[in-house]
Each structure stands twice: as structure tokens, then as C-alpha cells.
């Protein structure tokens, strides 16, 4: 059973910065893309960041070049969002997803994704 679990959410001012953790249990993800999307309160569940399959190419939206880094460590699991100069409009739910058979060109739609975590909620003040 494969288990995604996010942590590192809370309250930051803007300007702050904030470092989320996604841990996957059950499974290795060293073959999988990797992925993180948020959503904003009354909207939807938007991409954030990816890795492809292989790990070797990373994608980000244009609303958090720049200041989001995704990075992952295949020998413990986990995948990483570090986020700086935060924005009121980044306030989120921030998830993580993964899946195996996810190709480059789906890789920034939330259907490819057969696992998620729970979610982790980051709210940026003004």
C-alpha cells in the first residue's frame, strides 16, 4: 500500500519562505514522477512543481519560477518544496502526487496521478 504523507505547512508573512516534505512509504519512487500542486481556497487544484520519470528534468509553473524549488531524495523518499518569497495569492493546499506512468507532456495534469497525500496547508499573510 503506498502512502504519501506532506508536511511543513503553516502561516509565513510574505516575503517568508516555507520548506514542504512529502515522505512515500510502500513504495519506491525512484522510477515515478513526482509532483506537487496546491489549491487555493474556492478554486482549483493547480500544478506546481514535477520531476519527470527519470528525475532528470524539472518543470515549474511561471506563477512560482524562481522562487519554488522542487528536489527530491530517492534514498529516503522524499521529495521537497522549498518556497521562497511567498505571495498572499500562494496561500494553498499543498499536495504531493506520484505516479509511474506519467509522460512529460501529462505531467502538470492532476488525472495522471494515482497517489496523493493528504495535503498540507500553507497560508501566506500580508
Known amino acids: 500500500q503506498v502512502h504519501l504523507a506532506e508536511s511543513g505547512g503553516g502561516l509565513v508573512q510574505a516575503g517568508g519562505s516555507r520548506r514542504l516534505s512529502c515522505s512515500a512509504s510502500g513504495r519506491s519512487f525512484a522510477a515515478y514522477a513526482m509532483a506537487w500542486f496546491r489549491q487555493p481556497p474556492g478554486k482549483e487544484r493547480e500544478f506546481v512543481a514535477g520531476f519527470s520519470r527519470t528525475g532528470g528534468y524539472t518543470y515549474y509553473a511561471d506563477s512560482v519560477k524562481g522562487r519554488f524549488t522542487i528536489s527530491r531524495d530517492n534514498a529516503k523518499n522524499t521529495m521537497f518544496l522549498q518556497m521562497n518569497d511567498l505571495k498572499p495569492e500562494d496561500t494553498a493546499v499543498y499536495y504531493c502526487?506520484?505516479?509511474?506512468?506519467?509522460?512529460?507532456?501529462?505531467?502538470?495534469?492532476?488525472?495522471?496521478?494515482?497517489?496523493w497525500g493528504q495535503g498540507t496547508q500553507v497560508t501566506v499573510s500580508s
Open positions: 502526487a506520484f505516479d509511474r506512468g506519467v509522460i512529460t507532456s501529462s505531467l502538470r495534469l492532476p488525472n495522471s496521478y494515482g497517489y
